[in-house]
């Protein structure tokens, strides 16, 4: 049986991208975060800087970006994740693995980075996603949680 999917979207609000750079060297932008209904399993709670991703089944996340900014596209180009507390600080036992795709071309490409997140069991972890824009190449991240109960 293959393994179900949770679609989440990040919005970019409009002018809400700030980037990394040496006097600002961890900024996290402004986006919201939602999920595609019919995700069994995986929830979304809170609102604004305090939303939280919850997922108690195996599952593949898949994350994309979408600009309110007209003309500026957002790619997701890596993710950091830490546990909060002991064990698998790193997530690398429950975010084995990872794959970008790329649909569309130009203006009008997304590009989505799926993992999988094998265990989901009682923890919380800090993630972070870069993203980069495409106007000029910048860096930037989002910070939501994750939380596998």
Do not use: W
Not at 1 to 22: D, L, R, W, Y
Not at 73 to 90: C, E, F, M, Q, R
Not at 120 to 137: E, I, K, L, M, Y
Request: glycine share 12%.
């Amino acid at each position: 049986m293959p393994t179900p999917k949770a679609s989440v979207t990040f919005t970019m609000n409009q002018g809400g991208f700030e980037p990394i750079s040496p006097n600002n060297p961890f900024e996290c932008s402004g986006a919201v975060m939602s999920l595609a209904s019919g995700d069994h399993g995986v929830t979304l709670t809170g609102s604004g800087s305090n939303q939280q991703l919850n997922v108690s089944i195996v599952v593949d996340l898949e994350f994309t970006v979408v600009s309110q900014d007209s003309g500026v596209n957002y790619y997701p180009v890596g993710l950091a994740v830490t546990l909060v507390g002991s064990g698998d600080k790193t997530g690398r036992n429950t975010f084995p693995s990872g794959s970008f795709d790329t649909t569309g071309s130009g203006s009008s490409a997304v590009v989505s980075l799926t993992v999988k997140d094998l265990k989901p069991t009682a923890s919380t972890f800090n993630f972070v996603v870069a993203v980069q824009r495409s106007t000029d190449g910048a860096f930037g991240a989002i910070d939501p949680k994750i939380s596998n109960n």
